[in-house]
C-alpha cells in the first residue's frame, strides 16, 4: 500500500472528460492524454497533463507507476447496489416481488448477526476494487449492524462510499421488520455515527413505497429535514406488478413519485433506483428538484423489469440526473464494464444508440453528477479526489486481439465495455494510495 500522505503519480493513457457528451459532440468531452501523468498528494490529484512537461516537477523521492498503454480513468460509480444480496447475484426464475420473497429476504435476515455483516461486506468491497468502482451509493439491511460493518468497512479502505439502513415497516417477514419509531431512531443514531466522517455519507434508505407505511415515509423525510447533506435512496417504477400495488397502496397520490415527493423524499441527492416506467411528468420532476434516476440495465432485464429510457431521461430540454447502476443482486455483475455493455444493448432496443464516450461519462463524471458531487469524484483534475482505475486493453486474448485493431481511443472504449470486464481491471487506486492490483489483490484478497 502507498501511503496517501506522500506524493504519488501513475503514468498512462489518461482518458477524462472536460463536458458533458449529451450536450456536446463526444470528441469534445473526451480529454485524452496519451502520455499522461497523474501525480496525487495528501488524498487529491495535485496535477494531470503530459508526462514529459510534469516528470521534472515530481519531488525527488516520488516513485512513479508506469501502466504502459492501459487508460487511466476516474473510479467507477456505482448509484444503486445492495450488499447484503451479494450471496443471492445469480438466482434463478423469479421477477421483482417474487424474487424479494424468495430470495432476497431470507439472505437479509442473515445479516441479524455482524459477522455475517462483516465478513459480506469487505467481500462486497474487494469486489467493488476488483471492478474498479470507488464509490458506492449501497443499501444495506433493515439491522443497523449491518450498516457499522460496511462502513467500518470502508473506512478502512479510505473510499467515498454513501449507505443506509433499509426503512421496512410492512409487508416483508416479521424478522425484518422496523417500526416508525425503530426506522427513525435506528437511522438518527446512524447518522450521528457515521454521516460525514472521513470520506462516508448518510443514504435514508426506505426500500420502497410497498414495504413502508406512509408515516414510515413521512418520518423518512423528517430525517432529510433534520440532518443536513443526507442522501435519500429508493426503488421507483422498477415492475409492473409493483407499480399497480404501490397504486393501490397509495390511492390518494397521483403517481408513484407522488407517494414519496409527499413525504419530502424528492430533492437534491434523491437517488431513485430504475425508474423503468415513468412518463414526461416524472421526468420533469426529478429534473426540477435535481433528484437522479440509477440505470441498472443488467437487473432489468435479468428480472424482466422493462427498457430504461436513457436518451428521454437525458433530453437536453429537461435533462434529469442519471448513473448507472449494478443493482447486484437482482444485477448480474458489479463490473461497470459490463454494466456499460447491457446499457448499450438496452439503448438499442429503444432504437437509440449509446456512444462509448457518453457510456464511460455516465460511469465516472455523469455518476457523480448525479449524486451531486461532480466537484469532488468523477473526473481526472487537479483538486478532485484521487480515486482512479486503470484499464487494460490486453487483459485477455480475444480483447488484445480486438484491441489491436482499434484506431481510435474511442473505438478501444466501446471493445472495453463490450468484451470487458473485472479482468480488465489492473489496478484501483482511492485517495491516492493502490489498493487493488490485479495481481496482488486488496486489502481484501
Ligand atoms: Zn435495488
Not at 469534445?28 to 496535477?47: K, S, W
Not at 464509490?135 to 460493518?149: E, G, I, R, W
Not at 416524472?282 to 432489468?300: D, G, I, M, V, Y
Not at 443493482?327 to 432504437?351: F, I, N, P
Amino acid at each position: 500500500m502507498t501511503s496517501s500522505r506522500t506524493q504519488s503519480a501513475v503514468r498512462g493513457r489518461i482518458v477524462t472528460f472536460r463536458d458533458n457528451p449529451f450536450n456536446v459532440p463526444p470528441s469534445e468531452a473526451l480529454l485524452v492524454e496519451e502520455d499522461g501523468l497523474v501525480v496525487m498528494e495528501g488524498g487529491l490529484i495535485t496535477q494531470v497533463g503530459a508526462y514529459t512537461t510534469l516528470r521534472d516537477t515530481l519531488n525527488a523521492d516520488t516513485t512513479v507507476v508506469s501502466y504502459g498503454d492501459a487508460l487511466i480513468s476516474a473510479g467507477f460509480i456505482d448509484t444503486h447496489v445492495h450488499y447484503p444480496q451479494l450471496p443471492v447475484i445469480a438466482s434463478w426464475g423469479q421477477q421483482l416481488l417474487e424474487w424479494l420473497d424468495r430470495y432476497v429476504f431470507p439472505a437479509e435476515a442473515a445479516f441479524s448477526d455482524p459477522l455475517v455483516a462483516r465478513d459480506t461486506a469487505r467481500r462486497f468491497l474487494g469486489e467493488l476494487l476488483r471492478a474498479g468502482t470507488t464509490t458506492a451509493a449501497v443499501y444495506c439491511t433493515v439491522h443497523p449492524q449491518s450498516v457499522d460493518a460496511f462502513f467500518s468497512e470502508a473506512e478502512g479502505i479510505g473510499a467515498r462510499m454513501i449507505a443506509g439502513k433499509v426503512l421496512m415497516d410492512r409487508n416483508a417477514p416479521e424478522n425484518l421488520r422496523d417500526s416508525v419509531k425503530t426506522g427513525y431512531d435506528d437511522s438518527a443514531a446512524l447518522i450521528g455515527r457515521w454521516h460525514g466522517k472521513e470520506r462516508l455519507s448518510y443514504a435514508v434508505t426506505p426500500r420502497f413505497a410497498i414495504t413502508s407505511t406512509p408515516e414510515q415515509l413521512e418520518a423518512a423525510g423528517q430525517l432529510l429535514r433534520e440532518h443536513d447533506g443526507l442522501f435519500m435512496q429508493t426503488h421507483l417504477s422498477e415492475n409492473l406488478h409493483e407499480i399497480e400495488t404501490v397504486a393501490r397502496l397509495f390511492p390518494e397520490r397521483s403517481s408513484y413519485l407522488d407517494v414519496y415527493d409527499h413525504a419530502g423524499l424528492v430533492g437534491p441527492r434523491s437517488i431513485f433506483g430504475h425508474g423503468v416506467h415513468i412518463g414526461e411528468k416524472e421526468f420533469c420532476r426529478c429534473h426540477e428538484s435535481a433528484a437522479s434516476l440509477a440505470h441498472c440495465p443488467t437487473s432489468n432485464l435479468f428480472l424482466g423489469s422493462g427498457l430504461f429510457k436513457l436518451f428521454e431521461a437525458l433530453s437536453p430540454e429537461r435533462p434529469v440526473r442519471v448513473g448507472l447502476g449494478t443493482d447486484v443482486g437482482a444485477g448480474t455483475s458489479l463490473s461497470q464494464l459490463r454494466t456499460l455493455g447491457e446499457a448499450y444493448k438496452v439503448a438499442q432496443l429503444t432504437g437509440r444508440s449509446l456512444h462509448p464516450v457518453q457510456a464511460f461519462w455516465l460511469a465516472t463524471a455523469g455518476g457523480a453528477g448525479s449524486l451531486h458531487l461532480e466537484d469532488r469524484i468523477g473526473t481526472l483534475a487537479p483538486g478532485m479526489e484521487a480515486d482512479l482505475c486503470v484499464l487494460d486493453p490486453h487483459a485477455f486474448p480475444l480483447l488484445d486481439y480486438r484491441a489491436s485493431r482499434c484506431e481510435s481511443v474511442e473505438e478501444l472504449l466501446f471493445t472495453l465495455m463490450t468484451l470487458g470486464d473485472e479482468r480488465c481491471i489492473s489496478a484501483t487506486w482511492v485517495g491516492g494510495a493502490c489498493v487493488h492490483t490485479r495481481e496482488n489483490g486488496s486489502l481484501y484478497g
